[in-house]
């Protein structure tokens, strides 16, 4: 069974969802600026699984 959407509910669905994707890419940054600063091997091991688990 379909269910219509209106456009502008699509529309905003759609904003929402682009919005959401620049903040997970915007995460995704940092998390790398920081590896690259970090010393600690372990440290970095964690924000290496961190970026795998959030990488589309």
């Not at 269910?3 to 790398?32: F, G, H, P, W, Y």
Request: charged share 35%.
């Amino acid at each position: 069974m379909s269910i219509a959407i209106e456009d502008s509910k699509r529309t905003a669905i759609a904003c929402k969802l682009a919005d959401i994707k620049e903040v997970q890419n915007l995460l995704i940054a940092n998390e790398e600026k920081l590896m690259s600063s970090c010393s600690d091997q372990e440290i970095r091991d964690r924000l290496g699984h961190m970026l795998d688990d959030d990488s589309p």
